[in-house]
């Protein structure tokens, strides 16, 4: 497709997503990189940059890519909902802040690792996600409240989605490094312990 002259941004970013399933990440940052020299504003080259920067580890590069999935019409349907200021990392003394969830569980389950950053920063968190999800979460210091998704918006003074907080506060990879942040309440530890004893040897 390159050399019949078709669409370089396209044909580049297409080439690096090969490049990117086949493990090779350099190479794809490479096509990616050559896909918005072609056009700066494609904001797919955009996206799948900043999942081979972050799978590289270059952090600081690849947070402020992925910024770019508020340019896809899917993630913009999602904001209409999120009126208040957006927090832009600073301080959170005396405010409430609301830190939504935007994709699935596995994300949340992974990224709620910023809750004590954002705590350190002063802030009294809600946090809105779906219900399945609320009494494992409950528990983590830090949270005021947890809303659900579809129900009415507490009042708050900004707000932020879960995924965008390692762009904000700038994280290189530090957070990525930090000890336990979730836990089981004891008593269902307890009964999960009883239920699956039998099958220790076998699990």
């Not at 000890?179 to 239920?195: F, I, K, M, V």
């Amino acid at each position: 497709a390159l050399s019949l002259g078709a669409d370089a941004a396209k044909t580049h970013n297409n080439l690096g997503l090969v490049y990117y399933r086949k493990g090779r990440h350099e190479e794809a940052i490479v096509e990616y990189s050559r896909a918005l020299t072609a056009d700066p504003t494609n904001v797919e080259a955009h996206w799948n940059l900043s999942h081979a920067l972050l799978h590289r580890g270059d952090f600081l590069r690849g947070w402020a890519e992925y910024e770019w999935r508020w340019k896809k019409p899917e993630f913009q349907a999602l904001l209409r909902r999120y009126t208040a200021p957006r927090w832009d990392g600073g301080s959170l003394a005396g405010k409430r802040l609301l830190l939504w969830t935007e994709q699935g569980f596995g994300d949340m389950l992974h990224f709620l690792r910023y809750l004590p950053w954002i705590v350190a920063a002063g802030g009294r968190v809600i946090l809105e996600c779906d219900e399945a999800l609320h009494r494992l979460v409950r528990g983590m210091e830090g949270i005021e409240d947890v809303v659900s998704k579809r129900g009415a918006l507490p009042q708050h003074d900004c707000q932020i989605p879960l995924l965008s907080v390692p762009f904000v506060t700038g994280d290189s990879g530090s957070v990525q490094r930090w000890p336990g942040y979730l836990s089981a309440h004891p008593a269902l530890r307890e009964w999960w312990d009883a239920r699956l004893r039998e099958y220790s040897s076998r699990l």
